[in-house]
């Protein structure tokens, strides 16, 4: 079996999560999906990819090699639901178009999802926690940012179009508002790309969990749309869009390293 994620270890307060960007898909688990599910439509495409730049700049980079339709890792051990309305769970069994993932009568059942939290979800929680203890143990506070990317246009999950760049903190409550503010200037002073503070996408478990301010550990997501840096039918990489996008985000990770407590 493949490395459940890879890492690179920073020199700087700041580590980066990319959860949703893995393809990998075990044999056992691939035999059971629908024709639609084997193309993993739902991957946070190229994420990791839009962030390779982050550990020449002291970053750390933890990135999941799996796909989100084996476990999803920001969502809660327990399953309980993120937002209301409709969603996907630890276990996805549709995708975000309402489609099934499993052929039929091929749903994990109780023991399978065990084992997926044993085998996948508690190693990338594990090294992350560990990871955020070593840098507060090192600089005094920890930063995560959980790196994100979704298609612009998902009826099932929002009306219309998403903005651009979705900033969450968790309704201000998983960072310190000096850094929620001061990171989404950063996101927002590019005229190009439309952006929002807090709106549809306000964090998932990852920045709830780990993004405890009265603590020093100081948690953001960044919810991309797609079209801001590549083609979304078919899932192609644009080098073009994605320079011009390197630009805001470079800046706003710069911001991030650039903030401490007062």
């Known amino acids: 079996m493949n490395p459940v994620f890879s890492f690179q270890r920073g020199n700087s307060p700041l580590l980066v999560s990319v959860p949703h960007a893995g393809t990998d898909m075990p044999a056992a688990i691939e035999r059971n999906l629908t024709e639609e599910a084997l193309q993993l439509p739902d991957t946070d495409w190229h994420v990791d990819r839009l962030y390779q730049w982050v550990t020449d700049q002291g970053a750390g980079l933890l990135v999941a090699n799996y796909s989100r339709y084996v476990i999803d890792l920001n969502r809660p051990p327990d399953n309980a639901a993120l937002y209301s309305g409709p969603g996907t769970g630890l276990l996805p069994e549709h995708t975000f178009d309402g489609r099934p993932l499993y052929r039929a009568g091929k749903c994990p059942g109780a023991l399978e999802t065990a084992g997926r939290l044993s085998e996948f979800w508690r ?27 979704i298609r612009s246009e998902v009826p099932m999950l929002f009306e219309g179009r998403l903005p651009d760049l979705n900033l969450g903190s968790n309704a201000g409550a998983s960072a310190d508002p000096g850094l929620v503010f001061a990171g989404f200037e950063a996101l927002s002073k590019n005229a190009r790309y439309s952006s929002v503070c807090d709106g549809r996408f306000k964090g998932g478990y990852i920045t709830r969990n780990y993004g405890r301010p009265t603590e020093n550990f100081h948690a953001l997501q960044l919810e991309i749309a797609q079209s801001v840096y590549m083609l979304e039918q078919p899932p192609v990489y644009d080098p073009s869009l994605a320079g011009q996008a390197a630009g805001v985000l470079r800046d706003f990770v710069g911001t991030l390293m650039g903030w401490s407590p007062s």
């Open 123 to 149: 190693p990338y929680h594990e090294k992350l926690a560990a990871e955020l203890q070593l840098i507060k143990q090192q600089f005094g506070y920890a930063l995560l940012l959980d790196a994100h990317s």
